[in-house]
């Protein structure tokens, strides 16, 4: 029976061509019904077109400037007052690091 079923596949398909996996392309349509370049085909082609405008500083209100507030992070002016890179550095030292679980305690 099995014999059968697969003589019936087998002829269910003969002379259909090769497989392919591809929709065959169709023909294209009328090109009036296509967009080209240059033409205005729908009223959104007609929107204005968008341009930027750059004026010199100092022309916009003060109101809508931007003023930054960096008084904080403002650098120090003398050596005095510069922070040292150990004083910035933040973490474990190699000493707290090696106190943990598993290694020995350092001895003094």
């Known amino acids: 029976m099995s014999a059968t079923r697969s003589q019936d596949a087998t002829d269910s398909v003969v002379n259909q061509g090769e497989f392919s996996s591809h929709v065959p392309r169709t023909e294209p349509e009328d090109d009036a019904l296509k967009h080209k370049p240059g033409v205005k ?22 109101n809508r400037s931007f003023k930054p507030n960096n008084s904080g992070e403002a650098l120090p002016t003398s050596e005095d007052q510069t922070p040292s890179a150990s004083d910035t550095l933040g973490g474990s030292t190699s000493g707290q690091v090696h ?9 003094s």
Not at 41 to 62: K, L, M, Q, R, V
Not at 99 to 107: C, R, Y
């Open 99 to 107: 106190k943990t679980v598993g290694h020995e305690q350092a001895k």
């Open 41 to 62: 085909a729908t009223p959104a082609d007609f929107a204005p077109e968008f341009t930027t405008e750059t004026y010199p500083p100092g022309t916009a209100p003060a």
